[in-house]
Protein backbone atom coordinates (compact mmCIF):
# COMPACT_ATOMS: atom_id res chain seq x y z
CA UNK A 1 0.00 0.00 0.00
CA UNK A 2 1.19 3.32 -0.58
CA UNK A 3 1.77 5.82 2.38
CA UNK A 4 2.53 8.60 0.10
CA UNK A 5 -0.59 10.69 1.04
CA UNK A 6 -2.18 10.65 -1.90
CA UNK A 7 1.00 12.36 -3.75
CA UNK A 8 1.67 8.93 -5.51
CA UNK A 9 5.52 10.06 -4.23
CA UNK A 10 7.20 8.05 -1.57
CA UNK A 11 8.06 8.87 1.93
CA UNK A 12 11.45 9.48 3.07
CA UNK A 13 13.52 6.04 3.94
CA UNK A 14 12.27 6.17 7.28
CA UNK A 15 9.06 4.80 5.95
CA UNK A 16 8.07 1.25 7.53
CA UNK A 17 7.85 -2.20 5.91
CA UNK A 18 4.35 -3.43 5.12
CA UNK A 19 4.72 -7.12 5.62
CA UNK A 20 2.50 -9.75 4.49
CA UNK A 21 1.26 -12.53 6.98
CA UNK A 22 2.29 -16.10 5.68
CA UNK A 23 0.91 -19.36 6.64
CA UNK A 24 1.95 -20.49 10.20
CA UNK A 25 3.05 -23.98 11.48
CA UNK A 26 3.07 -25.12 15.00
CA UNK A 27 7.19 -26.18 15.66
CA UNK A 28 7.20 -29.53 16.28
CA UNK A 29 9.44 -32.24 17.81
CA UNK A 30 10.52 -34.34 20.71
CA UNK A 31 13.15 -33.61 22.65
CA UNK A 32 13.72 -34.71 26.19
CA UNK A 33 14.18 -38.03 28.64
CA UNK A 34 11.30 -38.69 30.40
CA UNK A 35 11.13 -41.07 33.90
CA UNK A 36 8.04 -42.43 34.63
CA UNK A 37 6.40 -44.41 37.35
CA UNK A 38 3.52 -46.25 37.87
CA UNK A 39 1.06 -47.13 34.63
CA UNK A 40 1.62 -44.06 32.73
CA UNK A 41 0.12 -41.93 30.15
CA UNK A 42 2.45 -41.15 27.23
CA UNK A 43 2.48 -37.68 26.43
CA UNK A 44 5.22 -35.68 23.65
CA UNK A 45 8.64 -35.09 24.56
CA UNK A 46 10.36 -32.58 25.06
CA UNK A 47 13.68 -33.16 23.98
CA UNK A 48 15.48 -31.36 21.30
CA UNK A 49 12.79 -29.18 18.81
CA UNK A 50 13.76 -26.75 15.93
CA UNK A 51 13.92 -23.49 16.87
CA UNK A 52 10.97 -21.04 16.94
CA UNK A 53 10.24 -17.37 16.36
CA UNK A 54 9.78 -14.35 18.88
CA UNK A 55 5.39 -15.33 19.53
CA UNK A 56 5.20 -18.75 18.29
CA UNK A 57 3.28 -20.87 20.38
CA UNK A 58 5.87 -23.93 21.79
CA UNK A 59 4.91 -27.46 21.12
CA UNK A 60 3.23 -28.90 24.45
CA UNK A 61 5.94 -30.84 26.08
CA UNK A 62 6.57 -34.42 26.73
CA UNK A 63 8.71 -37.33 27.51
CA UNK A 64 9.77 -40.39 25.81
CA UNK A 65 7.45 -43.18 27.41
CA UNK A 66 8.11 -44.62 31.09
CA UNK A 67 11.29 -42.21 31.11
CA UNK A 68 12.08 -40.74 27.76
CA UNK A 69 9.68 -37.74 26.04
CA UNK A 70 12.36 -37.83 23.34
CA UNK A 71 10.38 -40.41 22.20
CA UNK A 72 7.99 -38.48 20.36
CA UNK A 73 8.26 -37.27 17.05
CA UNK A 74 7.17 -34.32 15.54
CA UNK A 75 3.69 -33.78 13.99
CA UNK A 76 4.94 -31.65 11.63
CA UNK A 77 6.10 -33.08 8.09
CA UNK A 78 7.85 -31.59 4.74
CA UNK A 79 5.21 -28.85 3.04
CA UNK A 80 4.66 -28.18 -0.80
CA UNK A 81 6.49 -24.84 -2.02
CA UNK A 82 3.17 -24.42 -4.08
CA UNK A 83 2.38 -21.62 -2.71
CA UNK A 84 5.82 -19.58 -4.12
CA UNK A 85 5.85 -21.29 -7.30
CA UNK A 86 3.48 -18.24 -8.43
CA UNK A 87 6.23 -15.59 -7.88
CA UNK A 88 8.63 -17.64 -10.60
CA UNK A 89 9.72 -15.23 -13.01
CA UNK A 90 9.42 -12.36 -11.01
CA UNK A 91 11.93 -9.79 -12.10
CA UNK A 92 15.06 -8.76 -9.17
CA UNK A 93 16.04 -5.36 -8.61
CA UNK A 94 19.17 -5.80 -10.22
CA UNK A 95 17.51 -7.40 -13.11
CA UNK A 96 17.66 -10.76 -12.57
CA UNK A 97 14.65 -12.78 -12.92
CA UNK A 98 13.27 -15.54 -10.39
CA UNK A 99 14.15 -19.18 -11.00
CA UNK A 100 12.49 -21.23 -8.07
CA UNK A 101 9.48 -20.40 -5.49
CA UNK A 102 10.00 -21.14 -1.59
CA UNK A 103 8.25 -19.94 1.53
CA UNK A 104 8.70 -17.35 3.86
CA UNK A 105 11.93 -17.66 6.24
CA UNK A 106 11.10 -15.19 8.27
CA UNK A 107 9.42 -17.14 10.86
CA UNK A 108 9.38 -20.80 11.61
CA UNK A 109 6.50 -23.02 10.59
CA UNK A 110 6.91 -21.46 6.65
CA UNK A 111 9.34 -23.12 4.64
CA UNK A 112 12.87 -22.11 3.63
CA UNK A 113 14.50 -21.92 0.72
CA UNK A 114 16.67 -24.83 -0.06
CA UNK A 115 20.06 -25.09 1.02
CA UNK A 116 23.37 -24.40 -0.39
CA UNK A 117 26.42 -25.26 -2.29
CA UNK A 118 30.06 -24.20 -1.66
CA UNK A 119 30.87 -20.61 -2.97
CA UNK A 120 32.73 -17.76 -1.68
CA UNK A 121 31.26 -15.64 1.34
CA UNK A 122 31.37 -11.99 0.14
CA UNK A 123 31.43 -11.20 3.85
CA UNK A 124 34.24 -13.42 4.94
CA UNK A 125 35.16 -15.58 1.67
CA UNK A 126 34.18 -18.98 3.48
CA UNK A 127 32.32 -21.26 1.35
CA UNK A 128 28.97 -21.60 1.63
CA UNK A 129 26.14 -23.83 0.74
CA UNK A 130 24.27 -23.07 -2.99
CA UNK A 131 20.72 -23.42 -2.96
CA UNK A 132 19.25 -26.38 -4.46
CA UNK A 133 16.97 -23.08 -6.60
CA UNK A 134 19.09 -20.60 -7.23
CA UNK A 135 17.06 -17.68 -5.27
CA UNK A 136 18.04 -14.11 -4.73
CA UNK A 137 17.16 -12.07 -1.23
CA UNK A 138 14.08 -9.92 -2.62
CA UNK A 139 11.93 -12.46 -3.90
CA UNK A 140 13.09 -15.72 -1.43
CA UNK A 141 8.97 -15.39 0.16
CA UNK A 142 6.25 -14.11 2.15
CA UNK A 143 7.00 -13.55 5.59
CA UNK A 144 5.15 -11.92 8.22
CA UNK A 145 6.18 -9.69 10.69
CA UNK A 146 7.02 -5.68 11.00
CA UNK A 147 8.89 -3.35 9.40
CA UNK A 148 9.92 -2.77 12.71
CA UNK A 149 12.64 -5.25 14.73
CA UNK A 150 10.85 -7.23 17.39
CA UNK A 151 12.78 -8.28 20.51
CA UNK A 152 12.85 -12.01 21.03
CA UNK A 153 11.41 -13.74 23.71
CA UNK A 154 11.70 -16.50 25.40
CA UNK A 155 8.90 -19.31 25.30
CA UNK A 156 6.45 -19.74 28.50
CA UNK A 157 7.82 -22.03 31.02
CA UNK A 158 6.11 -25.31 30.18
CA UNK A 159 2.97 -26.24 32.26
CA UNK A 160 0.95 -28.78 32.69
CA UNK A 161 -1.58 -28.33 35.81
CA UNK A 162 -1.00 -27.23 39.16
CA UNK A 163 2.16 -26.28 40.22
CA UNK A 164 2.82 -27.49 43.45
CA UNK A 165 5.95 -26.27 44.23
CA UNK A 166 10.14 -26.65 42.66
CA UNK A 167 12.09 -29.32 44.71
CA UNK A 168 15.68 -29.38 43.27
CA UNK A 169 14.43 -26.46 41.46
CA UNK A 170 12.59 -28.50 39.43
CA UNK A 171 8.71 -27.80 38.44
CA UNK A 172 6.20 -30.51 39.73
CA UNK A 173 2.87 -30.77 38.41
CA UNK A 174 -0.33 -31.99 39.44
CA UNK A 175 -2.15 -32.81 35.89
CA UNK A 176 -5.90 -32.49 35.56
CA UNK A 177 -6.56 -35.90 34.86
CA UNK A 178 -5.50 -36.64 38.71
CA UNK A 179 -8.36 -35.36 40.20
CA UNK A 180 -10.29 -37.78 38.27
CA UNK A 181 -8.10 -40.41 39.23
CA UNK A 182 -8.31 -39.65 42.67
CA UNK A 183 -12.10 -39.42 42.89
CA UNK A 184 -12.17 -43.10 41.63
CA UNK A 185 -9.67 -44.35 44.18
CA UNK A 186 -11.44 -42.71 46.40
CA UNK A 187 -14.40 -44.75 45.37
CA UNK A 188 -13.16 -48.23 44.71
CA UNK A 189 -11.03 -47.79 48.17
CA UNK A 190 -14.03 -46.58 50.13
CA UNK A 191 -15.93 -49.45 48.98
CA UNK A 192 -13.14 -51.80 49.88
CA UNK A 193 -12.92 -50.17 53.38
CA UNK A 194 -16.52 -50.84 54.00
CA UNK A 195 -15.94 -54.20 54.13
CA UNK A 196 -12.62 -54.53 56.57
CA UNK A 197 -14.08 -51.27 58.68
CA UNK A 198 -17.85 -51.07 58.29
CA UNK A 199 -18.53 -48.81 61.41
CA UNK A 200 -16.25 -46.08 59.70
CA UNK A 201 -19.49 -44.91 57.80
CA UNK A 202 -18.97 -41.90 55.37
CA UNK A 203 -15.91 -41.36 56.72
CA UNK A 204 -14.01 -44.11 54.90
CA UNK A 205 -14.31 -42.01 51.71
CA UNK A 206 -12.28 -39.01 53.65
CA UNK A 207 -9.69 -42.24 54.42
CA UNK A 208 -9.69 -43.07 51.31
CA UNK A 209 -8.75 -39.58 49.79
CA UNK A 210 -5.55 -39.66 52.42
CA UNK A 211 -4.92 -43.10 50.33
CA UNK A 212 -5.08 -41.75 47.21
CA UNK A 213 -2.95 -38.78 48.04
CA UNK A 214 -0.42 -40.38 49.88
CA UNK A 215 0.22 -43.32 46.95
CA UNK A 216 0.74 -39.94 44.99
CA UNK A 217 2.83 -38.75 47.50
CA UNK A 218 5.07 -41.76 46.85
CA UNK A 219 5.49 -41.75 43.11
CA UNK A 220 6.34 -38.51 43.56
CA UNK A 221 9.24 -40.25 45.41
CA UNK A 222 9.67 -42.49 42.61
CA UNK A 223 9.81 -39.56 40.01
CA UNK A 224 11.98 -37.28 41.80
CA UNK A 225 14.70 -40.49 42.25
CA UNK A 226 14.74 -40.17 38.73
CA UNK A 227 15.22 -36.38 38.78
CA UNK A 228 18.13 -36.29 41.43
CA UNK A 229 20.06 -39.11 39.56
CA UNK A 230 19.25 -36.60 36.22
CA UNK A 231 20.89 -33.97 37.92
CA UNK A 232 23.69 -35.63 39.55
CA UNK A 233 24.72 -36.79 35.66
CA UNK A 234 24.31 -32.84 35.14
CA UNK A 235 21.33 -34.06 32.59
CA UNK A 236 18.77 -31.03 32.96
CA UNK A 237 15.06 -31.98 33.97
CA UNK A 238 11.94 -29.82 32.51
CA UNK A 239 9.47 -30.81 34.73
CA UNK A 240 7.83 -33.47 37.12
CA UNK A 241 4.14 -34.39 36.27
CA UNK A 242 1.40 -36.32 38.34
CA UNK A 243 -0.92 -37.34 36.04
CA UNK A 244 -3.83 -40.18 35.53
CA UNK A 245 -1.78 -43.09 34.97
CA UNK A 246 1.39 -42.29 37.21
CA UNK A 247 3.88 -39.80 36.87
CA UNK A 248 6.42 -38.79 34.39
CA UNK A 249 9.63 -36.78 34.73
CA UNK A 250 10.56 -35.05 31.92
CA UNK A 251 14.60 -35.32 31.56
CA UNK A 252 15.87 -33.01 28.61
CA UNK A 253 18.90 -34.94 27.47
CA UNK A 254 19.98 -38.47 26.82
CA UNK A 255 22.49 -40.30 29.17
CA UNK A 256 25.90 -40.26 27.79
CA UNK A 257 27.03 -43.97 28.98
CA UNK A 258 24.67 -47.20 29.03
CA UNK A 259 26.23 -47.32 32.52
CA UNK A 260 24.17 -43.84 33.99
CA UNK A 261 21.34 -45.33 31.70
CA UNK A 262 20.90 -48.02 34.05
CA UNK A 263 21.37 -46.10 36.92
CA UNK A 264 18.71 -43.27 35.87
CA UNK A 265 16.48 -46.09 34.99
CA UNK A 266 16.91 -48.20 37.83
CA UNK A 267 16.69 -45.39 40.80
CA UNK A 268 12.92 -44.72 40.30
CA UNK A 269 12.13 -48.72 40.65
CA UNK A 270 14.58 -49.05 44.20
CA UNK A 271 12.84 -45.96 45.63
CA UNK A 272 9.24 -47.65 45.02
CA UNK A 273 10.11 -51.04 46.21
CA UNK A 274 12.32 -49.10 49.21
CA UNK A 275 9.10 -47.17 50.18
CA UNK A 276 6.99 -50.42 50.18
CA UNK A 277 9.62 -51.75 52.24
CA UNK A 278 9.11 -48.92 54.77
CA UNK A 279 5.54 -49.24 54.20
CA UNK A 280 6.04 -52.56 55.82
CA UNK A 281 7.92 -52.27 58.76
CA UNK A 282 5.52 -49.40 60.42
CA UNK A 283 2.63 -51.76 59.55
CA UNK A 284 4.33 -54.09 61.90
CA UNK A 285 4.07 -51.50 65.06
CA UNK A 286 0.39 -50.87 64.28
CA UNK A 287 -2.15 -52.78 65.29
CA UNK A 288 -4.13 -54.60 62.17
CA UNK A 289 -7.58 -53.99 61.44
CA UNK A 290 -7.35 -50.72 62.14
CA UNK A 291 -7.49 -47.23 59.73
CA UNK A 292 -2.96 -46.69 60.28
CA UNK A 293 -2.94 -50.82 59.10
CA UNK A 294 -5.43 -51.06 57.02
CA UNK A 295 -3.89 -47.42 54.82
CA UNK A 296 -0.30 -48.72 55.60
CA UNK A 297 -1.19 -52.27 53.60
CA UNK A 298 -2.95 -50.71 50.91
CA UNK A 299 0.61 -48.40 50.66
CA UNK A 300 2.92 -50.93 50.91
CA UNK A 301 0.92 -53.12 47.96
CA UNK A 302 0.75 -50.15 45.66
CA UNK A 303 4.28 -49.17 46.02
CA UNK A 304 5.01 -53.09 45.27
CA UNK A 305 2.80 -52.89 41.91
CA UNK A 306 4.52 -49.80 40.68
CA UNK A 307 7.92 -50.62 41.16
CA UNK A 308 7.13 -54.31 39.36
CA UNK A 309 5.25 -52.77 36.87
CA UNK A 310 7.83 -50.36 36.06
CA UNK A 311 10.56 -53.51 36.04
CA UNK A 312 8.85 -54.85 33.01
CA UNK A 313 11.53 -55.10 30.43
CA UNK A 314 9.93 -53.21 27.67
CA UNK A 315 10.07 -49.47 26.51
CA UNK A 316 8.40 -47.52 27.63
CA UNK A 317 8.94 -48.50 31.18
CA UNK A 318 11.98 -48.06 33.57
CA UNK A 319 12.69 -52.00 33.10
CA UNK A 320 12.94 -51.09 29.06
CA UNK A 321 15.40 -48.64 29.83
CA UNK A 322 17.43 -50.83 31.72
CA UNK A 323 17.25 -53.41 28.83
CA UNK A 324 18.07 -50.68 26.47
CA UNK A 325 21.57 -50.34 28.64
CA UNK A 326 22.40 -53.96 28.09
CA UNK A 327 21.83 -54.25 25.17
CA UNK A 328 23.89 -50.59 24.78
CA UNK A 329 26.89 -51.66 26.54
CA UNK A 330 26.41 -54.65 25.03
CA UNK A 331 26.39 -53.73 21.36
CA UNK A 332 28.33 -50.51 21.67
CA UNK A 333 25.41 -49.03 19.61
CA UNK A 334 22.44 -47.16 21.55
CA UNK A 335 20.00 -47.64 18.62
CA UNK A 336 20.67 -51.42 18.73
CA UNK A 337 19.26 -51.26 22.49
CA UNK A 338 16.35 -48.79 21.50
CA UNK A 339 15.39 -51.07 18.80
CA UNK A 340 15.25 -54.40 21.02
CA UNK A 341 13.32 -52.78 24.27
CA UNK A 342 11.17 -51.30 21.81
CA UNK A 343 10.25 -54.32 20.48
CA UNK A 344 10.04 -56.18 23.60
CA UNK A 345 7.92 -53.49 25.05
CA UNK A 346 5.64 -54.07 22.21
CA UNK A 347 4.96 -57.86 22.75
CA UNK A 348 4.59 -56.77 26.38
CA UNK A 349 1.62 -54.35 25.35
CA UNK A 350 0.13 -57.27 23.24
CA UNK A 351 0.68 -59.73 26.34
CA UNK A 352 -1.51 -57.59 28.54
CA UNK A 353 -3.61 -56.72 26.62
CA UNK A 354 -4.44 -60.31 25.79
CA UNK A 355 -3.23 -61.69 29.46
CA UNK A 356 -4.66 -59.13 32.32
CA UNK A 357 -8.15 -60.04 31.38
CA UNK A 358 -7.53 -63.67 31.43
CA UNK A 359 -5.23 -63.52 34.11
CA UNK A 360 -8.59 -61.99 36.24
CA UNK A 361 -11.06 -64.44 34.97
CA UNK A 362 -8.84 -67.14 36.06
CA UNK A 363 -8.79 -65.58 39.86
CA UNK A 364 -5.11 -65.57 39.37
CA UNK A 365 -5.16 -61.88 41.00
CA UNK A 366 -7.04 -62.90 44.05
CA UNK A 367 -10.82 -62.63 42.74
CA UNK A 368 -13.13 -65.35 43.25
CA UNK A 369 -15.59 -67.12 40.68
CA UNK A 370 -17.94 -65.82 42.72
CA UNK A 371 -17.22 -61.87 43.07
CA UNK A 372 -16.14 -61.79 39.34
CA UNK A 373 -19.55 -60.16 37.06
CA UNK A 374 -19.95 -58.91 33.79
CA UNK A 375 -19.18 -55.13 34.81
CA UNK A 376 -15.84 -56.61 36.06
CA UNK A 377 -14.91 -58.40 32.83
CA UNK A 378 -15.63 -54.88 31.06
CA UNK A 379 -13.57 -52.58 33.17
CA UNK A 380 -10.86 -55.30 33.51
CA UNK A 381 -11.20 -55.11 29.67
CA UNK A 382 -10.95 -51.50 29.27
CA UNK A 383 -8.41 -51.26 31.49
CA UNK A 384 -6.22 -53.91 30.09
CA UNK A 385 -6.75 -52.16 26.26
CA UNK A 386 -5.59 -48.36 28.16
CA UNK A 387 -2.44 -50.10 29.36
CA UNK A 388 -1.23 -51.77 26.15
CA UNK A 389 -1.95 -48.84 24.04
CA UNK A 390 0.04 -46.90 26.34
CA UNK A 391 2.70 -49.06 26.14
CA UNK A 392 2.82 -49.88 22.49
CA UNK A 393 2.84 -45.90 21.50
CA UNK A 394 5.60 -45.45 24.36
CA UNK A 395 7.61 -48.02 22.88
CA UNK A 396 6.90 -46.79 18.89
CA UNK A 397 7.49 -42.99 20.42
CA UNK A 398 11.50 -44.28 21.12
CA UNK A 399 11.99 -45.93 18.34
CA UNK A 400 11.06 -42.40 16.44
CA UNK A 401 13.21 -40.26 18.96
CA UNK A 402 16.31 -42.61 18.30
CA UNK A 403 16.24 -42.10 14.90
CA UNK A 404 16.35 -38.05 15.47
CA UNK A 405 18.80 -38.28 17.77
CA UNK A 406 21.08 -40.73 15.14
CA UNK A 407 20.40 -38.34 12.69
CA UNK A 408 20.79 -34.98 14.82
CA UNK A 409 24.41 -34.65 14.37
CA UNK A 410 23.79 -33.60 10.59
CA UNK A 411 22.08 -30.67 11.74
CA UNK A 412 25.31 -28.05 11.47
CA UNK A 413 25.25 -24.89 11.72
CA UNK A 414 28.04 -24.07 8.83
CA UNK A 415 26.12 -25.94 5.73
CA UNK A 416 22.57 -24.52 6.80
CA UNK A 417 24.10 -20.83 7.21
CA UNK A 418 23.29 -18.59 4.42
CA UNK A 419 26.13 -16.03 2.37
CA UNK A 420 25.40 -12.67 3.76
CA UNK A 421 26.54 -9.27 1.87
CA UNK A 422 27.70 -6.57 4.81
CA UNK A 423 25.75 -2.72 4.27
CA UNK A 424 26.33 0.63 5.98
CA UNK A 425 22.91 1.52 8.05
CA UNK A 426 22.21 4.58 5.15
CA UNK A 427 21.95 2.50 2.28
CA UNK A 428 18.51 1.96 0.54
CA UNK A 429 16.82 -1.31 0.53
CA UNK A 430 17.17 -1.45 -3.45
CA UNK A 431 21.19 -0.63 -3.37
CA UNK A 432 21.72 -3.30 -0.69
CA UNK A 433 19.29 -6.33 -3.12
CA UNK A 434 21.24 -5.20 -6.01
CA UNK A 435 24.63 -5.81 -4.25
CA UNK A 436 23.16 -8.90 -2.73
CA UNK A 437 22.07 -10.13 -5.74
CA UNK A 438 24.92 -9.11 -7.98
CA UNK A 439 27.35 -11.42 -5.18
CA UNK A 440 24.44 -14.07 -5.12
CA UNK A 441 24.15 -13.49 -1.49
CA UNK A 442 20.63 -14.06 0.34
CA UNK A 443 21.32 -12.43 3.61
CA UNK A 444 21.77 -9.07 4.68
CA UNK A 445 24.06 -8.11 7.44
CA UNK A 446 24.16 -3.99 8.34
CA UNK A 447 27.66 -2.84 9.89
CA UNK A 448 29.51 0.16 11.30
CA UNK A 449 32.11 2.50 9.82
CA UNK A 450 34.43 -0.02 11.01
CA UNK A 451 32.89 -3.20 9.82
CA UNK A 452 31.60 -4.57 12.81
CA UNK A 453 27.70 -6.07 12.66
CA UNK A 454 25.12 -4.15 14.65
CA UNK A 455 21.90 -5.78 13.32
CA UNK A 456 20.07 -8.11 10.60
CA UNK A 457 17.72 -7.00 7.78
CA UNK A 458 14.80 -9.40 8.52
CA UNK A 459 13.63 -11.59 5.17
CA UNK A 460 9.85 -11.12 6.00
CA UNK A 461 10.75 -7.36 5.97
CA UNK A 462 12.19 -6.84 2.73
CA UNK A 463 9.24 -8.72 0.97
CA UNK A 464 7.12 -6.15 2.46
CA UNK A 465 8.50 -3.41 1.25
CA UNK A 466 7.03 -2.41 -2.60
CA UNK A 467 9.23 -2.55 -5.10
CA UNK A 468 8.78 1.41 -6.13
CA UNK A 469 9.19 2.09 -2.29
CA UNK A 470 12.67 -0.13 -2.05
CA UNK A 471 15.01 3.29 -2.98
CA UNK A 472 13.72 5.64 -0.42
CA UNK A 473 13.73 2.76 2.14
CA UNK A 474 16.72 2.63 4.54
CA UNK A 475 18.23 -1.23 5.24
CA UNK A 476 18.18 0.08 9.13
CA UNK A 477 14.32 0.44 9.40
CA UNK A 478 14.22 -3.03 8.51
CA UNK A 479 16.69 -4.38 10.93
CA UNK A 480 16.57 -6.24 14.43
CA UNK A 481 19.56 -5.16 16.45
CA UNK A 482 21.78 -8.15 17.27
CA UNK A 483 22.17 -9.66 20.69
CA UNK A 484 24.60 -11.96 22.43
CA UNK A 485 21.83 -14.47 21.99
CA UNK A 486 21.54 -14.16 18.22
CA UNK A 487 25.15 -14.74 17.68
CA UNK A 488 26.09 -18.16 17.16
CA UNK A 489 29.71 -19.96 16.42
CA UNK A 490 30.04 -21.36 12.83
CA UNK A 491 31.14 -25.28 14.93
CA UNK A 492 27.55 -25.28 16.08
CA UNK A 493 26.18 -28.35 15.15
CA UNK A 494 22.82 -31.48 16.81
CA UNK A 495 21.38 -30.84 19.75
CA UNK A 496 23.87 -28.08 20.87
CA UNK A 497 22.81 -25.60 17.74
CA UNK A 498 19.15 -26.52 18.36
CA UNK A 499 19.52 -25.56 22.56
CA UNK A 500 21.27 -22.12 21.29
CA UNK A 501 18.64 -20.82 19.21
CA UNK A 502 15.87 -21.82 21.82
CA UNK A 503 17.43 -20.29 24.26
CA UNK A 504 17.16 -17.27 22.19
CA UNK A 505 14.20 -17.26 19.54
CA UNK A 506 14.61 -15.09 16.75
CA UNK A 507 13.94 -15.37 12.94
CA UNK A 508 17.69 -14.69 11.76
CA UNK A 509 21.33 -15.00 13.72
CA UNK A 510 24.63 -13.92 13.04
CA UNK A 511 26.75 -16.47 12.74
CA UNK A 512 30.37 -16.16 13.06
CA UNK A 513 33.62 -18.22 12.75
CA UNK A 514 35.94 -18.65 16.01
CA UNK A 515 37.90 -15.62 15.21
CA UNK A 516 34.77 -13.49 15.41
CA UNK A 517 34.45 -13.13 11.60
CA UNK A 518 31.42 -13.11 10.11
CA UNK A 519 30.30 -16.45 8.15
CA UNK A 520 27.01 -16.25 7.10
CA UNK A 521 22.94 -15.36 8.65
CA UNK A 522 21.19 -18.53 9.97
CA UNK A 523 17.51 -18.81 9.32
CA UNK A 524 15.07 -20.72 11.49
CA UNK A 525 13.46 -21.52 9.21
CA UNK A 526 16.06 -23.39 7.28
CA UNK A 527 17.07 -25.07 10.23
CA UNK A 528 13.58 -26.08 11.12
CA UNK A 529 12.93 -27.48 7.96
CA UNK A 530 16.18 -29.82 8.00
CA UNK A 531 14.94 -31.38 11.19
CA UNK A 532 11.68 -32.49 9.80
CA UNK A 533 13.82 -33.91 6.51
CA UNK A 534 15.86 -35.52 9.25
CA UNK A 535 12.76 -37.07 11.17
CA UNK A 536 11.15 -37.91 7.75
CA UNK A 537 14.92 -39.85 7.24
CA UNK A 538 14.98 -43.86 7.80
CA UNK A 539 17.47 -44.97 10.10
Given at each position: MDESGGSGQPRSGTDEATERHGEQRPSSAPAADATRSGPKRPERPTGPTPPTAPGTPEAAPSPHGPHDPTDSAPGAGPHSDSASE??????????????????????????????????????????????EHPRTLAHSGTGTGTGKAQPPRRGREPGGGLLMGRPFGVPVYVAPSWFLVAALITWVFGGQLDRVLPELGALRYLV???????????????????????????????????????????????????????????????????????????????EPGTVPGVLLAGLMISNLIVAAFNLLPGLPLDGGRMLRAVVWKITGKPMSGTIAAAWVGRALAVSVLIGLPLLTQSGALGATQDNIGGMDT????????????????????????????????????????R????????????????????????ALVVVDANGEPLSLVREAAIVGVPEHRRPWVAVSGLAQDLTDGMRVSAELAGEALLDTLRATPATEYLVVEDSGEIYGVLSAADVERAFVKAMARPS
Open positions: AEDGAQMPGGSSDESGSRPTGEPGTESSAQDAPHASSTGGHPHPEPSLFFAVAFYASVLVHELAHTVAALRFKLPVRRIQLQFFGGVSEIEKEAETPGREFVLSFVGPLLSLVLSGLFYLAMLAVVTDALLAAILAAIIWTGAGNSLRMARLREHLPELRARSLTRAVPVETSTPLSEALRRANDAGAR
